[in-house]
């Protein structure tokens, strides 16, 4: 056995058995200062961060930008007050300093109005409602939690000048955070001098004063049954049995593997946790809420059922097991849907020109010109290209409207559903595209299986769940499972708050609850991610110039790290700063194959467009730099900002976070209050008859 899983086991005892804490912490902790300090606790970064920073996107007030940042989805991850108390590591710094958390990819918040604790940009304090706190709450009203701004957050810096862009790539290095996390906490409890620091803060202690016996033997039981949790367990048992053998590193995490292991796992431990390797790239969120289906393998149609999805994934706790509160969870879906509402409102950031230096706007022109309108002759027809259409999948034909045109635009242009769904709106139809076409996954040239694939192939043993929510179906396609659990999350959370059916039309953004699994990747509208890199589902493409080039000319390692911008490849630069990631694209998972543009014989797997010289790719790249092509039709936007104007007072003014059924005057809101403010911005939603395409 070696040295490392002779650690994990361990550590696995221990979390189990606390009576071996105290020992086995002194005797992890003289391994750790020997020989093993650095395989767990890697070196980190050390980013500058400027105090100032420029804001790219004007459409949202400064208020709101900071709501955004603050608002819990409803994820538990730790309770708060020991989150406050912990020590990082095995030092004395705080682990909540900007200066740890930076080290991490999290963006310093300096304002004082919503965040007064000075977290990162999207780690936010989680108010339990009452009636959860006892189990799912584990006792603790009060709970760290994560939110959509840490990830969906990017800032990029370029000689000395910051640029936020939000709803941009984050930089967060999530996977490592977590188990910083977790060993931080087993180092506090298991060193005495350490663990009498965090007993008194967790207690509000004055300096100097110690707690009781009393006092420590509550907080050892508190913590035992932290350690015990499945949270906990999982994470632990993720390290130990190498669930995600490929390290994401920085800007991307396996959401739909960690997503359904997290959601399902609990149901049958034995089967419902899959080793993954599907990680990807935070996606940026502009226009993302008028997509027909979103996520990498376009998976999920409607926005709230998404986010519930993600949130459970990342800890939103949910009751399975006892009937009569089934379903009912720590979401906080009206939160969920005022994100919802502000990112639908969010344009892509404009390329700063006094910044990042001047457009050439000839170049422009000329990319301008390759994009929409030179035409590949070996272009495959649409029907050959994208996913065949299958009304039971969900799946689309081809849309006769796409352009037929440009070396990009016959796919990436942004072209809206032919027909209305049943409440009158239009969805831009995003087509998908076979991987046998675009190659961007190594498996279709050999063995390895990825995201897309590893999701479409999941299946989900249904447990307890069986015969209650699955008609006694014991397994289940992972489109089923997902459909069932989270709709049956949504209806809990609807009637337990009284919600009205047109408030829930709306709160479920006029799209029914629906997931499916297909074999491909589609294409986006391009606006804005000239701010994105690295590039592709994976992460796996440094710069939009070597995504532009021949596989063969792409970098096969590189260093993620430096938030440093390189303005003329467009990505981040390639610098082995301290703490930086190394990106190995011949790792499981990590192929920076295929989306290729080279001369090939016709139907080459991963080839679809001719080969682009090198002033082309940077015709394009000038393009790519102002590309403005998504108009977001006026009345949902229109709609959008009237629901944020009329529940302004719920989320806007007041101060810390948005405490759940508080009385009015200390920022809580009832959900009944809520939805009448929602009801009354927009006309109530009537539905036409569902046109063939949305019947199941
Ligand atoms: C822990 C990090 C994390 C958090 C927190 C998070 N997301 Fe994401 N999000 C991701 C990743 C990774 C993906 C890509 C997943 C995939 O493609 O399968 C994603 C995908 C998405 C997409 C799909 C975009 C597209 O173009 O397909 C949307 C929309 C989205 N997130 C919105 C949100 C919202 C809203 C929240 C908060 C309620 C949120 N996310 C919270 C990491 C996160
Ligand atoms: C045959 C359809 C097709 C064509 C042609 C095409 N793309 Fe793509 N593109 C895609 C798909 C599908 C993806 C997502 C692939 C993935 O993530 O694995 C993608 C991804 C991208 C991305 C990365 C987005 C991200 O999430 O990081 C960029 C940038 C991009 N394309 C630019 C271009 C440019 C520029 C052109 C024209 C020179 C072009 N594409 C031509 C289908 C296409």
């Known amino acids: 056995m070696n040295l490392f899983r002779w650690i994990d086991s361990l550590v696995n005892k221990l979390v189990k058995n606390y009576t071996l804490w105290i020992f086995g912490g002194l005797i992890i902790l003289a391994i750790i200062a020997v020989k093993a300090y650095s395989a767990i606790f890697i070196p980190l970064l050390e980013p500058p961060v400027f105090s100032s920073y420029r804001v790219l996107q004007t459409e949202w007030t400064d208020d709101r930008r900071e709501r955004y940042y603050q608002t819990s989805q409803g994820s538990l991850v730790m309770p708060y007050a020991w989150f406050r108390a912990l020590e990082w590591r ?15 990819g999290l963006l310093p918040d300096n304002d004082t109005k919503y965040n007064p604790d000075r977290m990162p940009i999207g780690i936010v304090k989680e108010i339990v409602p009452d009636e959860y706190v006892d189990d799912l709450g584990e006792g603790q009203k009060e709970w760290a ?27 967060w290095r999530f996977e490592q955070w977590s188990s910083d996390l977790v060993f931080s906490l087993v180092v506090t409890t298991s060193v005495p001098s350490k663990f009498e620091r965090f007993c008194a803060r967790v207690n509000g202690l004055k300096a100097g004063q110690k707690c009781s016996t009393d006092e420590k ?11 015990n949790s499945d949270l906990i367990m999982e994470a632990v048992n993720a390290v130990i049995n190498h669930i995600y053998p490929t390290q994401e590193g920085f800007m991307r995490t396996d959401a739909l593997g960690r997503g359904v292991n997290g959601v399902f796992g609990p149901l049958n431990p034995n089967k419902n946790i899959n080793r993954s390797t599907g990680s990807v790239s935070y996606p940026p969120l502009w226009y993302t809420h008028g997509f027909d289906w979103v996520q990498s393998p376009a998976a999920i149609r409607q926005p709230l059922g998404r986010n519930v999805t993600e949130g459970w994934g990342v800890n939103i706790r949910v009751e399975v097991n006892d009937p009569n509160k089934r379903f009912g969870s720590t979401a906080e879906l009206d939160n969920m849907f005022w994100m919802e509402s502000l990112l639908a409102t969010l344009r892509a950031p404009k390329w700063p020109e006094d910044v990042l230096g001047p457009i050439d706007h000839a170049r422009a022109e000329r990319g301008k010109y390759l994009f929409n309108e030179a035409v590949w002759s070996q272009a495959p027809s649409p029907v050959l290209e994208q996913l065949p259409a299958n009304a039971q999948d969900l799946i689309a034909p081809p849309n006769p409207n796409r352009p037929k045109t440009g070396y990009c635009a016959r796919c990436h242009a942004p072209t809206l559903d032919v027909q209305p769904n049943q409440y009158g709106r239009r969805y831009i139809q995003l087509p998908l595209y076979r991987m046998t076409v675009l190659g961007t996954d190594s498996w279709v040239l050999g063995t390895d299986v990825w995201d897309a694939k590893g999701f479409n192939e999941r299946k989900v043993y249904t447990g307890i769940l069986a015969k209650p929510s699955y008609n006694g179906q014991e397994v289940v396609g992972i489109g089923t499972a997902l459909t069932t659990n989270v709709t049956g999350v949504l209806n809990k959370w609807f009637q337990e708050h009284n919600i009205s059916e047109p408030c829930q039309i709306i709160m479920e953004g006029y799209r029914p609850n629906e997931f499916r699994a297909p074999l491909g990747y589609p294409a986006r509208p391009l606006d804005g991610y000239w701010a994105t890199g690295p590039f592709l589902h994976n992460g796996s493409v440094r710069t939009l110039y070597q995504l532009l080039s021949p596989v063969s000319e792409r970098e096969k390692t590189f260093w993620i790290g430096s938030w440093e911008f390189d303005p003329v490849n467009v990505g981040f630069v390639d610098e082995k700063i301290k703490g930086a990631f190394l990106y190995d694209t011949s790792l499981r998972g990590n192929s920076n194959a295929g989306h290729e543009f080279r001369d090939a014989p016709p139907n080459t797997p991963g080839v679809i467009g001719p080969y682009l010289t090198p002033e082309q790719r940077l015709d394009l790249i000038e393009y790519l730099k ?41 920022g809580g809101f009832k959900k009944t209050d809520f939805c009448a403010a929602v009801d009354s911005a927009v006309p109530t939603p009537t539905a036409a008859p569902a046109p063939a395409a949305m019947k199941k």
Request: aromatic share 8%; glycine share 8%.
């Open 145 to 171: 939690s994560l939110t959509c701004a840490a990830c969906h957050t990017s800032q990029i810096q370029y000689k000395g000048t910051a640029l936020r862009i939000d709803g941009g790539e984050g930089q």
């Open 626 to 666: 102002v590309l403005d092509s998504v108009q977001m039709p006026p009345e949902p936007l229109q709609q959008h900002t009237a629901v944020l104007n009329a529940t302004a007072r719920f989320y806007e003014g007041h101060t810390g976070p948005t405490p759940v059924g508080a009385p009015e005057e200390n």
């Open 217 to 227: 033997k509550l907080l050892h039981t508190q913590l035992k049954a932290y350690f």
């Open 90 to 104: 095995t030092g004395t710094q705080m682990w909540t300093s900007p200066e740890v958390q930076v080290k991490y």
